[in-house]
């Protein structure tokens, strides 16, 4: 079946201006999560959903980041006023309940901004 | 403060050769560790979760097991086809679904 899917797969834009990634989960997954890979770093976690709703959005690292989920499924991570140090590869899992670990990533969106 | 580790930071083995990597955490609580296996330009995918010390589970060439204070991967007779990046993870209680990564090993298996 269908993984989760990330849009665009590359994302090139100048700083101050604002920029917004897609996420679509697999069909049925209630649990979604947003990462931040930077070169040579791991993962850094941004925030959870649980359906429409966030319990946790303590890894987003500042008020020019937001994010939403609509109809237990499709995601949006927004970045406003982009800062040159956004720049890195922004990942998407989900998995099928809380609880369940196995997460199952997109391939994520690489942005850039200069 | 609640750390991941992993060493070493890049590994480079012949095909045939086993090897372990290491994953080092310092959590005030665990409830799950987490090993996961990324190529380049792709996302990570999901291999093993561990709950408790002592625990161990295997799938074709890896098997991780778990202590109080670390976890390994073992590589038995590694194939070009598992070179990669291995990450490990850990979720801690009292933190939600907020996943602590370490950095990740780099493997290069040589034909």
């Known amino acids: 079946g269908a993984g989760v899917s990330q849009s665009p797969s590359n994302k090139v834009t100048e700083k101050g201006k604002d920029v917004e990634l897609r996420c679509d989960p697999i069909?049925?997954?209630?649990?979604l999560y947003w990462y931040r890979q930077s070169l040579g770093q791991g993962l850094e976690f941004l925030i959870y959903?649980?359906?429409?709703?966030?319990?946790?959005k303590s890894g987003l690292p500042s008020d020019r980041f937001s994010a939403e989920r609509t109809g237990g499924s499709v995601s949006t991570l927004t970045i406003q006023r982009t800062q040159q140090e956004d720049s890195a590869v922004y990942l998407c899992a989900s998995s099928l309940v809380e609880g369940a670990f196995e997460q199952f990533f997109g391939p994520g969106t690489r942005l850039t901004v200069l | 403060e609640d750390q991941v580790t992993q060493s070493p930071e890049a590994l480079r083995l012949q095909e045939g050769e086993s090897s372990s990597l290491n994953c080092s955490y310092t959590?005030?609580?665990?409830?799950?560790l987490f090993w996961y296996r990324q190529d380049p330009g792709k996302g990570p995918e999901f291999l093993f979760t561990l709950y408790s010390a002592g625990e161990e589970k295997e799938k074709e060439r890896l098997k991780a097991t778990l202590t109080k204070k670390e976890s390994f991967l073992h590589i038995t007779a590694p194939k070009p086809e598992d070179s990669a990046t291995y990450l490990c993870a850990v979720l801690r209680d009292n933190y939600g679904q907020n996943f602590v990564f370490g950095p990740g090993t780099r493997l290069s298996v040589l034909p």
């Open positions: 069909s049925g997954h209630t649990a």
């Open positions: 959590v005030s609580g665990l409830r799950g």
């Open positions: 959903f649980q359906g429409n709703s966030a319990p946790d």
